[in-house]
């Protein structure tokens, strides 16, 4: 059926019997939950229709989790996560009031979507999904009360609960239970805790002992009441770990505690989130509410303004003088500077920046004007429109109008400059230095101070790498040429005592508003006090082994069309389809070449997941040797641990060391070895790496061998020997591997060849793969319009279509789509669904058609037709209001499927 109006009801009702089941079901319930109609509802158990933080699939948990339902919901709403039998989950808040010998429940639609995969937990028939296990099991949100299972008194938990880390206290008795997964979560081994009370006290934070699920409290006789809190407790390690606490508690008839049934759930990483970000709100407050920075926020979507106290005292404004309106800003402005038609244009920069250097004349509250430097960022939305600027100055204790005087600018500079990381050296047109930071005069050994205005190249002593030779004289060059020197790494910087230094510099021409030429600024540091984050060298090194991948991609394109362009012509001649198999076969694996390249390109950071790292080895180094010299072998145990990792990044770690190998040998290729291991290791046998279970990769090449003495420098960032490398490729391997609490070494033997060695940890989690299944053709009836400007295309799209059962009409552009659309609209003859290409070469596109066509119809159902196939690109089509994607090239299989499950009857 089709999905859900967005038009629907905010609020259903459903009708219960006193065990919790369905006996009817308004006609907005069955909407919500994509039944076709109500009565498909009926029989079916209440907890059934949401995401529980357990599955009840005994009839004893069922019973307990209607029990917990009911006592949350008897005197205020509970927010819940509602999981339709088709679709995506939806916040829903419910409400049970007793109705006759039953119960009627109240639910109120929530505004946005929560955070639920349907691919990983979405029921598809009436039973329950299988539990999750424990260690991915989401944390509740702190908004929502969970609801959970109590189990009965017994010898066993019910079932679906072994794998959780339950625990249940007899308070009279002070016996209790705990689950091996409860122990587990503090490091402990299950015969490691003793079942009792006293063992739960010891664990426990002393200052949260208020916290305890047994904290004794008042309740009504034979009472059960849902609790959640949160305290630490101490794992084996010694350190103190958060946890929260959900459950119920059971009174006796004196209406005190008798027992306690609950569930842990670590939030440690969930706390260090929130005290960062406190400890960052604090700082920021505090600069902004009693330190000295000058600081203003226009908002142009919600026109609003913020300025920090010390804004308003730069100026002389006392709290409250300025108005929280963008306007205001424009005001304190010189009117030749800001005129009314220009607002907000003063902001505007043709390059797009998002940061920019502005110089403005603000207005003093006593009329006078101040000439302030100030920096900005400026945020804009896709389409480059300007919704809001942020902007600071450093407020200074003695500053002068534009009338009475000017401000030394060497003082602004030389307090800003003293806190950078680089050397900073700035030269006056002469070359004559002017003034030298910290960091510059430590690198150099030099003061300006000792002498009257030294010349650039004798306070930057600079020597070619090469021989030594004095290099020619950088600011000379600079301020004839105009251009800069930028990331220079053939030189060496001489100090005073003559030690030579390592340097990555760059030297830039300084300019003032009519671009005159007022000096130089030369920047330089020292490469081993560099420290870039792992995402800044993969991004950094991204675009240079694209470059050296793309003469094998050709050929191993060429060969594929090949494959596909003599299959179809030979099919033609011969008009024998059986040779059509082979042609389809290159075309998918065409496909998925492109596919990992586009996800190579993009780099995109994706979350960790469980994998066979040995497919990421295969499939990096099929893709990195295509059409090169270089001989491939893959030695690789069948039985390989699985890993935890960031796929995007750890592709990123192999083909770099395949590349470097690759390149080590030369043009004249070489053997290139894969060799994948199980390793137990002890204490200390590897460095850096405490003892357990890994997986080792090693990359091993026949070229020529590392020097001794680079060996320890290869991981350093920018350190390379090629002359078009850029240093960073093994510092992007060493950063991710340390990243997922790995090492990666190196071993080498002149001329006998190199090998790099990975080791990751092995992970105990379960394998996240997809089931596949063999393509079916799905046969379907409706009516479909197409559109596409390729002539060639549109026409095998009409007769895939015709295939399928379904009637088409073809359009080349939007501006046809739409005038079809509207024509069968009229007469209340919708199309069932509408395929549409992105690009339209001189027409509207899909993206654009789609917008007019919701405005025409919002039912339209929409299938993007897009050659991007990545799980990004999917996304962000479908939350413009596509409902599918039709991933280019495609099958008739593959259009079947979607326009099945567009329109409800996959």
Same mark, same amino acid.
């Given at each position: 059926?089709?999905?859900?109006?967005?038009?629907?009801?905010?609020?259903?009702?459903?009708?219960?019997?006193?065990?919790?089941?369905?006996?009817?079901?308004?006609?907005?319930?069955?909407?919500?939950?994509?039944?076709?109609?109500?009565?498909?509802?009926?029989?079916?158990?209440?907890?059934?229709?949401?995401?529980?933080?357990?599955?009840?699939?005994?009839?004893?948990?069922?019973?307990?989790?209607?029990?917990?339902?009911?006592?949350?919901?008897?005197?205020?709403?509970?927010?819940?996560?509602?999981?339709?039998?088709?679709?995506?989950?939806?916040?829903?808040?419910?409400?049970?009031?007793?109705? =006759?010998?039953?119960?009627?429940?109240?639910?109120?639609?929530?505004?946005?979507?929560?955070?639920?995969?349907?691919?990983?937990?979405?029921?598809?028939?009436?039973?329950?999904?299988?539990?999750?296990?424990?260690?991915?099991?989401?944390?509740?949100?702190?908004?929502?009360?969970?609801?959970?299972?109590?189990?009965?008194?017994?010898?066993?938990?019910?079932?679906?609960?072994?794998?959780?880390?339950?625990?249940?206290?007899?308070?009279?008795?002070?016996?209790?239970?705990?689950?091996?997964?409860?122990?587990?979560?503090?490091?402990?081994?299950?015969?490691?805790?003793?079942?009792?009370?006293?063992?739960?006290?010891?664990?426990?934070? !002393?200052?949260?002992?208020?916290? #305890?699920?047994?904290?004794?409290?008042?309740?009504?006789?034979?009472?059960?009441?849902?609790?959640?809190?949160?305290?630490?407790?101490?794992?084996?390690?010694?350190?103190?770990?958060?946890?929260?606490?959900?459950?119920?508690?059971?009174?006796?008839?004196?209406?005190?505690?008798?027992?306690?049934?609950?569930?842990?759930?670590?939030?440690?990483?969930?706390?260090? +989130?929130?005290?960062?970000?406190?400890?960052?709100?604090?700082?920021?407050?505090?600069?902004?509410? *009693?330190?000295?920075?000058?600081?203003?926020?226009?908002?142009?979507?919600?026109?609003?303004?913020?300025?920090?106290?010390?804004?308003?005292?730069?100026?002389?404004?006392?709290?409250?003088?300025?108005?929280?309106?963008?306007?205001?800003?424009?005001?304190?402005?010189?009117?030749?500077?800001?005129?009314?038609?220009?607002?907000? *244009?003063?902001?505007? /920069?043709?390059?797009?920046?998002?940061?920019?250097?502005?110089?403005?004349?603000? *207005?003093?509250?006593?009329?006078?004007?101040?000439?302030?430097?100030?920096?900005?960022?400026?945020?804009?939305?896709?389409?480059?429109?300007?919704?809001?600027?942020?902007?600071?100055?450093?407020?200074?204790?003695?500053?002068?109008?534009?009338?009475?005087?000017?401000?030394?600018?060497?003082?602004?500079?030389?307090?800003?400059?003293?806190?950078?990381?680089?050397? +900073?050296?700035?030269?006056?047109?002469?070359?004559?230095?002017?003034?030298?930071?910290?960091?510059?005069?430590?690198?150099?050994?030099?003061?300006?101070?000792?002498? /009257?205005?030294?010349?650039?190249?004798?306070?930057?002593?600079?020597?070619?790498?090469?021989? =030594?030779?004095?290099?020619?004289?950088?600011?000379?060059?600079?301020?004839?040429?105009?251009?800069?020197?930028?990331?220079?790494? /053939?030189?060496?910087?001489?100090?005073?005592?003559?030690?030579?230094?390592?340097?990555?510099?760059?030297?830039?021409?300084?300019?003032?508003?009519?671009?005159?030429?007022?000096?130089?600024?030369?920047?330089?540091?020292?490469?081993?006090?560099?420290?870039?984050? !792992?995402?800044?060298?993969?991004?950094?090194?991204?675009?240079?082994?694209? =470059?050296?991948?793309?003469?094998?991609?050709?050929?191993?394109?060429?060969?594929?069309?090949?494959?596909?362009?003599?299959?179809?012509?030979?099919?033609?001649?011969?008009?024998?389809?059986?040779?059509?198999?082979?042609?389809?076969?290159?075309?998918?694996?065409?496909?998925?070449?492109?596919?990992?390249?586009?996800?190579?390109?993009?780099?995109?950071?994706?979350?960790?997941?469980?994998?066979?790292?040995?497919?990421?080895?295969?499939?990096?180094?099929?893709?990195?040797?295509?059409?090169?010299?270089?001989?491939?072998?893959?030695?690789?145990?069948?039985?390989?641990?699985?890993?935890?990792?960031?796929?995007?990044?750890?592709?990123?770690?192999?083909?770099?060391?395949?590349?470097?190998?690759?390149?080590?040998?030369?043009?004249?290729?070489?053997?290139?070895?894969?060799?994948?291991?199980?390793?137990?290791?002890?204490?200390?046998?590897?460095? /850096?790496?405490?003892?357990?279970?890994?997986?080792?990769?090693?990359?091993?090449?026949?070229?020529?061998?590392?020097?001794?003495?680079?060996?320890?420098?290869?991981?350093? !960032?920018?350190?390379? #020997?090629?002359?078009?490398?850029?240093?960073?490729?093994?510092?992007?391997?060493?950063?991710?591997?340390?990243? @997922?609490?790995?090492?990666?070494?190196?071993?080498?033997?002149?001329?006998?060849?190199?090998?790099?060695?990975?080791?990751?940890?092995?992970?105990?989690?379960?394998?996240?793969?997809?089931?596949?299944?063999?393509?079916?053709?799905?046969?379907?009836?409706?009516?479909?319009?197409?559109?596409?400007?390729?002539?060639?295309?549109?026409?095998?799209?009409?007769?895939?279509?015709?295939?399928?059962?379904?009637?088409?009409?073809?359009?080349?552009?939007?501006?046809?789509?739409?005038?079809?659309?509207?024509?069968?609209?009229?007469?209340? @003859?919708?199309?069932?669904?509408?395929?549409?290409?992105?690009?339209?070469?001189?027409?509207?596109?899909?993206?654009?058609?789609?917008?007019?066509?919701?405005?025409?119809?919002?039912?339209?159902?929409?299938?993007?037709?897009?050659?991007?196939?990545?799980?990004?690109?999917?996304?962000?089509?479908?939350?413009?209001?596509?409902?599918?994607?039709?991933?280019?090239?495609?099958?008739?299989?593959?259009?079947?499927?979607?326009?099945?499950?567009?329109?409800?009857?996959?």
């Amino acid at each position: 059926m089709p999905p859900p109006s967005t038009q629907s009801k905010t609020t259903a009702t459903i009708s219960l019997d006193a065990a919790g089941h369905i006996l009817a079901a308004s006609s907005s319930a069955a909407e919500w939950w994509a039944a076709t109609e109500p009565e498909e509802l009926r029989g079916l158990f209440l907890g059934e229709l949401f995401v529980l933080d357990v599955l009840a699939d005994t009839p004893e948990a069922r019973e307990a989790e209607w029990d917990v339902l009911r006592e949350s919901t008897r005197e205020a709403p509970l927010p819940l996560t509602a999981l339709p039998l088709e679709g995506e989950a939806f916040a829903v808040e419910l409400l049970l009031k007793p109705d =006759g010998d039953g119960y009627s429940a109240n639910l109120k639609r929530g505004a946005n979507t929560v955070g639920f995969s349907p691919s990983t937990g979405r029921r598809t028939g009436n039973g329950p999904p299988a539990p999750a296990p424990a260690q991915t099991m989401p944390t509740p949100a702190p908004t929502a009360q969970p609801v959970i299972p109590t189990p009965d008194t017994g010898t066993s938990w019910p079932g679906g609960i072994e794998g959780l880390a339950f625990f249940e206290i007899d308070v009279a008795s002070g016996d209790c239970r705990f689950s091996t997964p409860w122990k587990v979560m503090l490091g402990y081994a299950d015969n490691e805790l003793e079942n009792r009370h006293e063992t739960l006290i010891k664990l426990i934070h !002393p200052d949260d002992s208020d916290a #305890t699920p047994d904290h004794p409290e008042e309740g009504a006789p034979w009472d059960k009441r849902p609790y959640l809190a949160e305290f630490r407790m101490r794992h084996k390690n010694g350190a103190y770990i958060w946890v929260q606490s959900v459950g119920t508690k059971h009174f006796d008839g004196s209406g005190h505690i008798s027992r306690v049934v609950g569930l842990h759930i670590d939030i440690q990483d969930r706390k260090l +989130v929130e005290e960062e970000a406190l400890e960052n709100e604090d700082r920021f407050l505090t600069l902004l509410q *009693r330190g000295n920075l000058a600081f203003f926020d226009l908002d142009f979507r919600h026109h609003t303004t913020y300025f920090s106290p010390a804004w308003q005292r730069l100026l002389g404004y006392d709290a409250g003088d300025l108005a929280d309106m963008p306007d205001t800003f424009r005001k304190l402005l010189k009117p030749s500077e800001a005129q009314p038609d220009e607002w907000p *244009r003063i902001f505007a /920069d043709p390059e797009n920046r998002p940061t920019l250097h502005r110089e403005m004349h603000l *207005r003093h509250k006593d009329g006078t004007f101040y000439n302030l430097m100030v920096r900005l960022t400026r945020i804009t939305n896709r389409h480059g429109d300007l919704l809001r600027v942020l902007g600071f100055v450093i407020e200074e204790e003695a500053l002068t109008n534009m009338d009475e005087g000017t401000r030394d600018p060497r003082g602004i500079a030389a307090a800003a400059l003293d806190h950078l990381q680089e050397g +900073v050296v700035l030269a006056d047109p002469d070359s004559r230095v002017f003034l030298m930071n910290p960091v510059a005069r430590r690198l150099t050994g030099r003061d300006p101070a000792e002498s /009257d205005l030294p010349v650039l190249n004798e306070v930057l002593d600079l020597r070619y790498r090469h021989d =030594g030779r004095p290099a020619r004289d950088l600011g000379d060059e600079v301020l004839a040429a105009g251009n800069p020197v930028v990331l220079s790494k /053939d030189l060496i910087l001489a100090a005073a005592d003559g030690t030579p230094r390592e340097i990555v510099l760059s030297c830039h021409p300084l300019r003032d508003a009519a671009q005159r030429i007022l000096g130089t600024v030369t920047i330089f540091r020292d490469p081993d006090e560099m420290s870039l984050t !792992p995402e800044e060298l993969v991004h950094s090194n991204r675009l240079h082994a694209l =470059g050296l991948l793309a003469s094998g991609i050709a050929h191993d394109f060429n060969n594929l069309l090949t494959s596909i362009m003599g299959g179809v012509s030979l099919a033609r001649e011969t008009h024998e389809t059986d040779i059509l198999e082979n042609a389809e076969r290159a075309c998918l694996d065409a496909k998925n070449l492109a596919r990992q390249l586009l996800t190579f390109a993009r780099g995109r950071v994706t979350g960790k997941k469980v994998v066979r790292v040995e497919n990421t080895v295969r499939d990096t180094l099929r893709l990195a040797t295509a059409g090169s010299q270089v001989r491939p072998e893959i030695d690789i145990e069948s039985d390989l641990h699985l890993v935890e990792v960031e796929l995007s990044r750890i592709n990123q770690v192999f083909n770099n060391l395949i590349i470097n190998a690759m390149q080590a040998m030369g043009d004249g290729g070489g053997k290139l070895r894969a060799i994948g291991r199980n390793l137990s290791l002890g204490e200390g046998e590897v460095s /850096d790496l405490p003892k357990g279970d890994y997986v080792k990769i090693t990359i091993e090449d026949s070229g020529p061998g590392i020097p001794p003495d680079y060996l320890d420098r290869i991981f350093e !960032p920018f350190f390379t #020997t090629k002359k078009q490398g850029t240093g960073l490729g093994l510092s992007t391997v060493f950063a991710v591997v340390r990243d @997922h609490e790995g090492v990666v070494t190196v071993s080498s033997q002149m001329g006998k060849g190199t090998a790099f060695a990975v080791y990751l940890p092995k992970t105990d989690k379960p394998l996240e793969e997809e089931l596949k299944r063999a393509p079916e053709l799905k046969f379907g009836t409706g009516r479909i319009l197409f559109m596409d400007d390729d002539k060639d295309l549109t026409e095998l799209a009409a007769g895939m279509l015709k295939r399928l059962d379904y009637e088409c009409d073809l359009a080349k552009n939007g501006e046809e789509a739409l005038a079809l659309y509207r024509r069968y609209l009229k007469v209340d @003859h919708p199309y069932d669904a509408v395929i549409l290409d992105l690009t339209i070469a001189g027409g509207m596109g899909g993206e654009e058609t789609l917008q007019h066509l919701l405005d025409l119809d919002p039912e339209v159902r929409a299938i993007v037709s897009s050659g991007y196939n990545s799980e990004e690109t999917a996304d962000y089509y479908l939350a413009k209001g596509f409902k599918g994607v039709l991933a280019k090239p495609y099958r008739s299989e593959d259009m079947g499927k979607v326009l099945r499950r567009v329109l409800g009857k996959a």
